[in-house]
């Protein structure tokens, strides 16, 4: 079973303007990944870093949906001393603060995969992936290679 981090990113893209056609795909692989950890097929993991990031969502209706889907989470890293520290070394590499968290949170955690949508952070993690204790990818691209290869307990990427 898969055990899935998904970047805050993540949880906002069924909420994006819908018109272009990435983020429709983005968000159909986000609804369908979080369908399979709700049946428990996949396990969502989530982190302190999450909650706070969530929190600040302004939009009411949205953070309350969203914070509903982190409910389906099977486990929750916090932010202690280690991910903190982790999170400066990898801020180091030139990840941004919140980014560089998630990042510490999802490999203390043994994630098999960090999902994002942030490009930004998708290529600087490409560029650092020998650094990095997890696989990181785009939920869209993670699902389709996850689907062909049939086998979800392995990480499609080879990583």
Request: proline share 3%.
């Amino acid at each position: 079973m898969p055990r899935i981090y998904l970047d805050v990113c993540c949880f906002n893209r069924p909420f994006d303007d819908q018109t272009q056609a990435r983020i429709r795909v983005e968000t159909e692989a986000v609804l369908a990944i979080l369908e399979r950890c709700e049946t428990g097929e996949w396990e969502l993991m989530i982190s302190e870093m999450v909650e706070i990031e969530v929190a600040q969502i302004a939009d009411l209706e949205r953070r309350q949906r969203i914070e509903g889907a982190l409910l389906m989470a099977r486990s929750r890293v916090l932010v202690d001393d280690v991910a903190a520290n982790r999170g400066e070394e990898l801020q180091n590499l030139g990840f941004q603060g919140f980014d560089a968290i998630h990042l510490a949170c999802a490999e203390i955690a043994q994630a098999d995969v960090f999902l994002s949508t942030d490009d930004r952070l998708l290529r600087r993690a490409a560029r650092y992936c020998n650094s990095l204790t997890v696989a990181v990818d785009n939920p869209a691209t993670w699902l389709i290679a996850t689907l062909q290869t049939g086998d979800a307990d392995n990480d499609p990427n080879g990583a």
